[in-house]
């Protein structure tokens, strides 16, 4: 019964990656002319080219503006690749604390990368390429709308990581809100994403990450955490907790920094914190504390003023000068004896120190593994889940019998799995009822579901679809996978 329509008056939507999948987030959206691209990401569980999004299938030239959500590698790691290697012409924006942490994120990533003896992957960009287009980068403020060919964008707080956006795109007169990764609850360092007020929004673009699963109240998730450490503890075990290297570990950090702080009995056990990259970002995490919370705000005037009684610059980092974990510059340092926590990266323990780590500790029923971040599909995090008997050793840390071993199923070395496994999701995804409140606040007649495997965006679209049986307004919902283009129907009257 709809009337035919002009195909000028349709909105093209194409998910070039983070259709029907989480990583390597990508997203084209066409409106009277414009084209906006969101997010340039990779994908963890792929290597080289193919953890890009499939820009092969898609005039890059065309495109007007490139926003980047956030610093996480699924929404930001494939942007050198964008600017040095491909016919990108348009402009690139990121919030202030984005652009800061990317700079850094992208040099180790790329340092790391290179330090692999896998060699059928090269690497897709080089530090150079990083280091030649980083200036290109605009950075933007929340709240501040920005016109670029007569596209209007502005940038909302989305929770989820230090400079986090949820993106406004306004194209001749339609609304087009993007959400990218976002939450909503109250943590200790973060403002929460709010609805856009008094804004008729057209179309919504969301993450469905947790599709219609509900997390755990907050302060029962710490508690269980808490426990869960501690009893890796109190039997004498190591307890590992493999953390992206920024964004979710500073809130692990806090949590556990305050617990220490009450229970002096924990105080001689160890808490480490392996990351060089963090180190290098805390500058950004102290220069930003105005773009955190009043908790976070409140903490750095306390550390401030105790600084100022003590008089020996102790508290100088403000709230992230922790009385009770130590930095790690590298498993050389690191004397592996007794119980301790380790927060390593990298949080899907596809290699690196945590995977090192993760190997050297699975034998032993003392030790104990800690997922908090979200597991991509095809990962070890994911994997370890399951509790497998056994796990696959790295090969490549062994050069030697990765010569011998070339294609690398020939000679795979397994290592028992007899330590504890568990989970608690401080990964500040909204859970299924935050993001239907969420999605039914912001009321656009569109909604398009991203960033979600395939049976949780279904069992989200679900959900919505079966609310709209009290609604006279039925709304639409779409489910896209990659490559597959959508062409939704506006109406004229949407000109300005
Ligand atoms: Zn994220
Ligand atoms: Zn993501």
């Not at 773009?291 to 403000?318: C, H, P, S, W, Y």
């Amino acid at each position: 019964s709809e009337e035919p329509v002009d195909p000028a008056d349709e909105l093209k939507f194409l998910c070039l990656g983070g259709g029907n999948e989480v990583g390597r987030s990508c997203h084209i959206i066409q409106y009277k002319g414009k084209t906006v691209m969101l997010d340039a990401g990779q994908h963890p569980a792929y290597d080289g080219l193919s953890a890009l999004p499939f820009f092969d299938i898609f005039d890059l030239s065309t495109v007007d503006v490139l926003l980047i959500s956030h610093f996480h590698v699924d929404h930001a790691a494939s942007l050198p690749y964008v600017l040095a290697k491909t016919n990108f012409k348009g402009r690139v924006f990121m919030t202030h604390p984005t652009k800061a942490i990317y700079r850094w994120l992208i040099q180790d990533s790329v340092r790391v990368g290179n330090a692999s003896s896998n060699e059928s992957s090269q690497p897709v960009y080089t530090e150079q390429d990083h280091a030649n287009t980083f200036p290109m980068i605009e950075a933007i403020d929340y709240y501040t709308t920005h016109t670029i060919s007569s596209i209007r964008i502005t940038p909302y707080p989305a929770g989820h990581v230090l400079g986090a956006a949820m993106f406004l795109i306004e194209i001749a007169g339609l609304n087009i809100f993007f959400t990218g990764d976002y939450s909503r609850e109250h943590d200790r360092h973060l403002v929460s994403a709010e609805v856009p007020r008094g804004i008729k929004i057209d179309v919504l673009i969301t993450e469905s990450t947790y599709g219609v699963a509900s997390h755990v109240p907050r302060l029962e998730r710490e508690q269980a955490l808490m426990k869960s450490i501690t009893g890796i503890l109190n039997r004498g075990g190591r307890a590992l907790l493999p953390v992206f290297a920024l964004g979710r570990a500073q809130e692990l950090l806090l949590i556990l920094d305050e617990y220490w702080a009450k229970h002096p009995e924990f105080q001689k056990v160890p808490i480490y914190y392996a990351s060089n990259l963090a180190r290098k970002c805390m500058v950004v995490y102290q220069t930003y504390i105005g773009a955190m919370n009043d908790n976070i705000k409140r903490l750095f005037r306390e550390r401030m003023a105790e600084a100022e009684v003590t008089g020996d610059g102790a508290g100088k980092g403000g709230p992230w000068d922790f009385k009770f974990i130590r930095s790690l510059k590298s498993l050389d340092r690191f004397e592996d004896v007794g119980s301790c926590v380790m927060l390593a990266s990298p949080g899907m323990l596809q290699s690196g120190v945590s995977r090192e780590l993760l190997e050297r500790w699975a034998p032993s029923d003392k030790n104990g593994v800690i997922i908090t971040g979200y597991s991509v599909e095809g990962t070890m995090a994911r994997q370890i889940m399951q509790e497998p008997e056994q796990i696959q050793a790295v090969v490549t840390r062994n050069a030697a019998a990765a010569r011998r071993a070339p294609g690398g199923d020939a000679e795979k070395v397994m290592i028992p799995r007899r330590c504890s496994v568990q989970e608690y999701s401080f990964a500040a995804h909204v859970d299924g009822n935050e993001n239907r409140e969420f999605i039914e606040e912001v009321g656009a007649p569109v909604v398009i579901l991203v960033h979600g495997e395939q049976h949780n965006m279904m069992r989200l679209k679900s959900k919505l679809l079966s609310l709209n049986t009290n609604k006279t307004v039925k709304i639409k919902v779409y489910s896209p996978k990659n490559i597959e283009e959508l062409r939704i129907p506006f109406k004229q009257d949407k000109i300005a």
